[in-house]
Each structure stands twice: as structure tokens, then as C-alpha cells.
């Protein structure tokens, strides 16, 4: 079965830096188009960065030039450097793998779920 762990959130200051990983176990990446979500309370959960199988990666237009989305070179490890990070990022971030070709809105599989939290 399909396992996506995440680890790497936590408590950071505006400004600063995060680097949240994700490792798969029971698959690779290459199989999978590959992203992370994000959900603050009393929000609705949202797409932050993917991958597609293409290669070609896609962010959300509030973290673009700020958020960069990644795999080492065996395909196990997604990552997501997050820079100049702001109170609204705080939330909860998941990890996603979905079976098309692209990020859909519901993927196959998602993580446990990391919080970050910028105060």
C-alpha cells in the first residue's frame, strides 16, 4: 500500500525558512504526479505546489517566488523550501500523489499532515 509520510514543519518567524520533506513508501515518485496542499482552520484545504509527470512544476499564485517544490534523485524524497514565509502560511501541510498526469483537487493518496506556523 501506498504510505506518504511528511515531516519538517514547525514554528518559524516572518521571514524565515522551512524545509517540509515527504517519503513514499511502497512506490516512486515516477509513478505519480506528486504535490503538496495546505489547510488553515477554518479554511478549505488548497493546492500549494506539484509536480506533473512531465516534470513541469506548478504553484499556487501566493507562494510563487517564495515556495519551491523538488525530488532527490531517486525519486523517494518530495521536498518543499519554503522562503520568506508569512502569518498566512500558517497551516497544516499535506502531501499528495495522484495517478494523472496532472495535480487534480482529490488526489489517490495524502500524508499524515505537517503544521507549519509562522508567528
Known amino acids: 500500500d501506498v504510505q506518504l509520510v511528511e515531516s519538517g514543519g514547525g514554528l518559524v518567524q516572518p521571514g524565515g525558512s522551512l524545509r517540509l520533506s515527504c517519503a513514499a513508501n511502497g512506490y516512486t515518485y515516477s509513478s505519480y504526479c506528486m504535490g503538496w496542499f495546505r489547510q488553515a482552520p477554518g479554511k478549505e484545504r488548497e493546492g500549494v505546489a506539484a509536480?506533473?509527470?512531465?516534470?513541469?512544476?506548478r504553484y499556487a499564485d501566493s507562494v510563487k517566488g517564495r515556495f519551491t517544490i523538488s525530488q532527490d534523485n531517486s525519486k523517494t524524497t518530495l521536498y518543499l523550501q519554503m522562503n520568506d514565509l508569512k502569518p498566512e502560511d500558517t497551516a497544516m501541510y499535506y502531501c499528495?500523489?495522484?495517478?494523472?498526469?496532472?495535480?487534480?483537487?482529490?488526489?489517490?493518496?495524502w500524508g499524515q499532515g505537517t503544521q507549519v506556523t509562522v508567528s
Open positions: 509536480v506533473d509527470f512531465d516534470g513541469v512544476a
Open positions: 499528495a500523489a495522484d495517478k494523472n498526469p496532472r495535480m487534480t483537487a482529490i488526489p489517490d493518496y
